[in-house]
């Protein structure tokens, strides 16, 4: 079983949809939780820097936390066509611990 | 303008020819790696350094090599590459701690 599991999609939702994309994981150490966008033929530039449980907000992105579940989530409200990228999940236990990639999720908004 | 500079972007080689793509970050950061991005594998460690004349293998590292002289530069090479290294590649940087990763934009490697 992999530390980190990230379901690749590809997931397709209309514009102005509201989006959900989820990883679990394993290792109960983790505390450190981000999420990065990728652009095609680009590299991986953070999203969403969270520490522990909890939820935190910027913009139309909300990153969520759920320790006990082993559980992160990023929720996009009103999708634009510009969101259409790969999103992956990243997470350590910090203190310089290696950091531990989902497989990213492939999203597509259509107009 | 912070950024991570990788080059080139892409690079198509043969088998054996040696490589190397350099790495440069404008940020003062203490903690470089080098990644390989590949469909159904992810984002794979490669090599890493903590400081200056500092490194470490990461998760698949055989068949490259690093060095880090200097703080901002972290080159990757492929001695003799091979078709199981083609690849797009990234090299990131942070500070030292628990702050989050810079990437490079890539370098799409082909070996035929």
């Known amino acids: 079983q992999k530390e980190v599991e990230q379901d690749p999609g590809p997931l397709s939702v209309p514009e102005g949809a509201i989006v959900s994309l989820n990883c679990t994981y394993s290792?109960?150490?983790?505390?450190?939780f981000m999420w990065y966008r990728q652009y095609s033929r680009k590299g991986p530039e953070l999203l969403m820097y969270?520490?522990s449980s909890g939820n935190k907000e910027d913009g139309r992105f909300t990153a969520q936390v759920d320790k006990s579940s082993k559980y992160i989530s990023l929720f996009i409200r009103d999708s634009q066509p510009s969101d259409s990228a790969t999103y992956l999940c990243?997470?350590?236990?910090?203190?310089?611990?290696?950091?531990?990639w989902g497989l990213g999720t492939s999203l597509a908004v259509n107009p | 303008e912070a950024q991570v500079t990788q080059n080139p972007r892409y690079l198509i080689t043969v088998t054996g020819k040696k490589l190397t793509v350099t790495c440069s970050q404008n940020?003062?950061?203490?903690?470089m790696s080098w990644y390989r991005q590949d469909p159904g594998l992810g984002l794979r460690q490669i090599y890493y350094?903590?400081?200056?004349?500092?490194?470490d293998k990461g998760d698949v590292p055989e068949g490259y090599k690093v060095s880090r002289k200097e703080k901002r530069n972290f080159p990757l090479i492929l001695e003799s590459p091979s078709p199981n290294q083609t690849s797009l590649y990234f090299c990131?940087?942070?500070?030292?701690?628990?702050?989050?990763?810079?990437f490079g934009n890539g370098t799409r490697l082909t070996v035929t």
């Open positions: 990131a940087s942070r500070d030292l701690g628990n702050s989050p990763l810079h």
């Open positions: 990243a997470m350590t236990a910090g203190n310089n611990r290696k950091l531990i």
């Open positions: 969270t520490y």
């Open positions: 350094s903590m400081n200056v004349e500092v490194t």
């Open positions: 290792n109960s150490a983790f505390q450190y």
């Open positions: 940020m003062n950061h203490e903690y």
